[in-house]
């Protein structure tokens, strides 16, 4: 899905992704790969956006294993959480009063 990703080019076109996106910022995006510990969603912005398990809908109150992770193609609502310097988009399914600036209020 994303072959240049973290390569040169990649890493050229970075800063405008950024700026055109904002942490607390809701985006759709479609599963494009699972792994262990979450899933990477296409959010239409030439970059992967990585969804943690421990940030999906449910995870505060229940234990979510690999079954239970979104199947590849599945759409998914999503909150921006994080925006990384080289190229990182961290998202959450979580309750968004919960958060500030991409770190979760205790």
Known sequence: MFPDWQTDAATERWPAIRESLSVGQTVTGKVVSRAPFGVWLDIDV???ALLLV???DGADNRRITFDDYPEIGSELTTRINAL???GE???T???PDRMIEGEEVK
Do not use: A, R
């Open 89 to 91: 988009i961290g998202l």
């Open 46 to 48: 030439n970059q992967p």
């Open 54 to 56: 421990v940030n999906m």
């Open 93 to 95: 399914q979580q309750n």
């Open 84 to 86: 990384g310097d080289t």
